[in-house]
């Protein structure tokens, strides 16, 4: 897994999200893909995220709870360790800790 990515646009305006509690970039690969990179703050209550297209979550630091789709189970990621949302769904998450994130759209 490369430390980073080369060769990338950066939009200026960050995505802010529920109060702060999550903030990205979206950063555009030579190849015209795209990726977000950001960080989820601790929360009481888990962040719901809805998807448009396929996602690949990739954990760089710290813990998190997920809840994917309709799967009633929370199940825990760590750094270095990814999961799948399917494109038109949603996920609910939630860290007691920041962590640092890169979303892959596939």
């Not at 990338?8 to 979206?26: E, L, P, Q, R």
């Not at 690969?29 to 795209?34: Q, R, V």
């Amino acid at each position: 897994m490369p430390e980073q990515f080369d060769f990338v646009s950066i939009k200026k305006k960050a995505n802010v999200h529920f109060n702060g509690a999550s903030i990205s970039h979206i950063l555009v690969l030579k190849d015209g893909s795209k990726k977000t990179l950001g960080v989820i703050l601790p929360s009481e209550e888990p962040l719901t995220f809805k998807t448009h297209w396929a996602e690949r979550i990739e954990i760089i630091s710290g813990q998190c709870s997920v809840q994917i789709a309709d799967n009633p189970n929370m199940q825990i990621y760590r750094s270095g360790e990814s999961f799948q949302i399917p494109a038109n769904s949603q996920f609910k998450i939630q860290t007691n800790e920041i962590v640092d994130y890169v979303c892959h759209f596939e």
